[in-house]
């Protein structure tokens, strides 16, 4: 029993347990209640109990041979309980209808942190015994004269004994300092980081009552007092520090894969100081891992080419779509836990939590989000690459009948449009974020892909009404799209030549540009060529009643049509048999039909008076 090792990490189990019961919205009756349970069931799981009914049973002494983690769990809550307890009764006191009775409530919180520090001073003598005789590590004992010396420093900053109060958390402050740079996973140096920052407004509060003169310097302060009394509050300080580094050099290696990647933005790191975070960012870490690095459109059209050369389908597109959704998946988590400890910071008003000048958890959330938001927008488009590469045409003769086996399947614009639809709200709600709001080169190139995406949707959308003969409607959304195009080219000219983050989601080069414009260029003369041909040109014409104009046939009797030139122009060479018959000119009516002229009839000619009278009467 004597030679078991104990594993006991009293930051982390505090840690835990106040954020999971009360702590993190600021509710220590619940908190208090928790840890009154949590005893009692330790107790009867250690047969500590003092027995049944009015007999009282003395527990025996307890020893280092008997010692076991569940002891020392069951000291720490004891201290968590009295400690709750106080707090709750010193809100109490502040109430303005316990006004008659707050200096009763502030002596019994008095009596119940003093009995906190009991309880943790008890845990702390056992801790040194037990690492004594190597039982314990050298970081689990640092973790547990932290939490003495920052209880103990709270108490006395309560009974205004500011002096003492500084000096105490200044210690635990170094002590926590050394525990993050010595720290095997991001996990510890998270928590680490996490309670220092706790203590860093009491450090600075006392400071400011003593009169210093640079208070708010807070690491200056903790670099004067914590090399001046470390070895006389925490006896052997030099020598624990000395083997806290040699446990952490002998076991760098091994939690390796545990280290979370620095999280840059801007050029510059964002600091994850909460340990909760830390375990949601490793596992999109390890997500992230999965997803083949991104490429440039020239690599993926080779690709598409390559694919349609063998048959094939792209078949890689659902392990990649697979991978996306376990990424969105972790971010997703990611993001609640980034929410909720938002949440719990405005309702608690504990902003003055983080370091100053540090991006705090409001930024770290902001970048979650902005995160999701990209592999969700990137997802989307493999999606829509994959279904457009899915419906290919394949190049051969332009005839109405290979146009009919060509035809497009009525489902796939829909499902475009759908997933564009899905991007332009991711887009959207980028726009809106504070990171993005603060970068000026950053917002613009958001909002060039949104406009872009917005016309490839409006494009997309026309092909929908044009399958349904709908060519009004058709024209309209080609029309918007060429706006949404030439505002995308106006946001690109401003922002030519910056790299922003947005790029390396969503590539947006100008023959990308170019070749939606082509496009939409194309579908524009082909909708209103199929909208004259099938009524007229009208919005609400019957095609049904529509007939060619008299000009057509007009035109095909008097003028000579070229053969040779209509051949040549449609790629059709002509043959030379057909040459041959085609020299002669063709005739026209007017030409095949010749008509002699109708001879004028003979009118016998009469002399005299009555000749000359008929012509006055009309008669001849």
């Not at 106040?18 to 009154?36: F, I, M, P, Q, W």
């Not at 030439?486 to 170019?514: C, F, N």
Request: with cysteine.
């Amino acid at each position: 029993m004597s030679d078991s090792k104990v594993s006991f990490q009293a930051l982390q189990l505090a840690n835990e347990h106040r954020s999971a019961y009360g702590l993190r919205y600021n509710d220590v009756t619940r908190y208090r209640k928790h840890c009154a349970n949590r005893t009692h069931r330790l107790r009867s799981t250690l047969k500590m109990t003092h027995g049944k009914g009015r007999e009282f049973k003395k527990l025996p002494p307890l020893t280092t041979d008997i010692v076991k983690e569940g002891h020392l769990q069951l000291l720490l809550f004891e201290a968590e309980r009295a400690w709750a307890y106080a707090q709750d009764l010193i809100a109490q006191s502040t109430r303005p209808t316990n006004e008659a009775h707050a200096g009763t409530l502030r002596h019994s919180a008095t009596g119940r942190f003093r009995r906190s520090v009991h309880w943790a001073t008890q845990l702390l003598s056992h801790c040194q015994a037990l690492h004594a005789v190597s039982r314990l590590s050298a970081e689990n004992f640092v973790q547990a004269i932290v939490y003495t010396l920052i209880l103990n420093g709270r108490f006395l900053r309560y009974r205004d004994d500011f002096e003492d109060a500084l000096v105490q958390l200044s210690v635990a402050r170094h002590l926590l300092d050394e525990l993050a740079d010595r720290a095997d996973t991001s996990r510890d140096q998270a928590l680490a980081t996490l309670f220092a920052d706790e203590i860093g407004p009491e450090i600075r509060y006392c400071a400011h009552e003593l009169g210093r003169e640079k208070a708010y310097d807070v690491d200056a302060i903790v670099a004067e007092l914590a090399k001046e009394h470390r070895n006389d509050i925490v006896e052997g300080c030099e020598s624990l520090l000395q083997k806290l580094k040699q446990e952490s050099d002998g076991s760098g290696h091994s939690e390796a894969k545990k280290r979370l990647r620095v999280l840059m933005w801007e050029g510059q790191p964002i600091p994850v100081r909460n340990p909760e975070l830390v375990d949601v960012l490793l596992k999109v870490q390890e997500a992230e891992a999965k997803i083949s690095p991104p490429r440039d459109a020239t690599e993926r059209q080779g690709d598409k080419k390559k694919q349609r050369g063998k048959g094939g389908k792209g078949t890689g597109s659902k392990k990649g779509i697979a991978a996306y959704d376990g990424v969105l998946s972790a971010l997703s988590e990611a993001e609640e836990v980034a929410r909720k400890l938002v949440e719990a910071q405005q309702s608690t008003n504990n902003a003055g939590a983080s370091a100053a000048g540090a991006r705090d958890v409001q930024f770290v959330h902001a970048y979650i989000v902005f995160q999701l938001l990209s592999r969700r927008i990137q997802r989307d488009l493999l999606l829509v690459s994959a279904l457009l590469s899915s419906h290919q045409p394949v190049t051969g003769p332009n005839t109405s009948k290979a146009r009919k086996e060509q035809q497009v399947d009525g489902r796939l614009y829909p499902a475009v449009v759908k997933l564009l639809e899905t991007v332009v709200q991711s887009l959207t709600q980028m726009r809106s974020l504070s990171i993005v709001d603060d970068s000026p080169e950053l917002a613009s190139d958001v909002e060039a892909r949104l406009t872009f995406t917005k016309a490839r949707r409006c494009f997309y959308l026309a092909q929908c009404y044009v399958a349904v003969k709908r060519y009004a409607e058709a024209m309209m959304l080609i029309q918007h799209a060429t706006l949404h195009l030439r505002e995308t080219r106006s946001t690109l000219s401003t922002v030519a030549g910056v790299t922003t983050a947005v790029d390396a989601t969503y590539a947006l080069p100008p023959d990308v540009v170019d070749a939606l414009d082509a496009s939409i260029s194309e579908a524009s003369q082909s909708v209103k060529r199929e909208w004259f041909a099938y009524n007229g040109g009208t919005v609400n014409g019957d095609p049904k009643t529509y007939q060619k104009p008299l000009f057509f046939d007009i035109a095909l009797n008097y003028v000579q049509l070229d053969i040779d030139r209509l051949l040549e122009r449609a790629g059709k060479a002509p043959s030379k048999q057909n040459k041959e018959e085609m020299t002669q000119p063709v005739k026209s009516r007017r030409e095949e039909v010749v008509r002699a002229e109708t001879p004028e009839p003979s009118v016998p000619t009469k002399g005299g008076l009555s000749g000359l009278l008929g012509g006055w009467w009309g008669r001849k």
